[in-house]
């Protein structure tokens, strides 16, 4: 079982930063498990953002935010995070932090492959 717990989220200008954290915990070893950034805006299903392998050495992010976000982990501490920049309305939505049990390579980027979600954290970017 593996808990998260999503931190960060907030109201921010067009043109602003966000950055969002994730703590996780359980009887675990975190670096096994690929993690995720999903978001549902209003209306919409709820996409995959950006994904990171359990060493960190492999990373994926979805053509809308290539070049603005960045998907960082901290093994040590149990945590991952997202950088947002030039953040824009579109971005605006509920993100969730997700755990898959992928190993230390794989790259899990279909939400299927996650088992454990956190319980979202709000972003609003104003325009």
């Known amino acids: 079982q593996v808990q998260l717990v999503e931190s960060g989220g907030g109201l921010v200008q067009a043109g602003g930063s966000l950055r969002l954290s994730c703590a996780a915990s359980?009887?675990?070893?975190?670096?096994?498990?690929?993690m995720g950034w999903f978001r549902q805006a209003p209306g919409k299903e709820r996409e995959i953002v950006a994904a990171?392998?359990?060493?960190?050495?492999?990373?994926y992010y979805a053509d809308s935010v290539k070049g603005r976000f960045s998907i960082s982990r901290d093994n040590a501490k149990n945590a991952v995070h997202l950088q947002m920049n030039s953040l824009t309305a579109e971005d605006t939505g509920v993100y969730y932090c997700?755990?898959?049990?992928?190993?230390?390579?794989?790259?899990?980027?279909?939400?299927?492959?996650?088992?454990?979600w956190g319980q979202g954290t709000q972003v609003t970017v104003s325009s």
């Open positions: 997700a755990a898959a049990p992928s190993g230390t390579f794989y790259l899990a980027r279909s939400q299927g492959e996650y088992n454990y």
């Open positions: 359980g009887r675990t070893t975190f670096s096994s498990y690929g």
């Open positions: 990171i392998s359990g060493s960190g050495g492999r990373t």
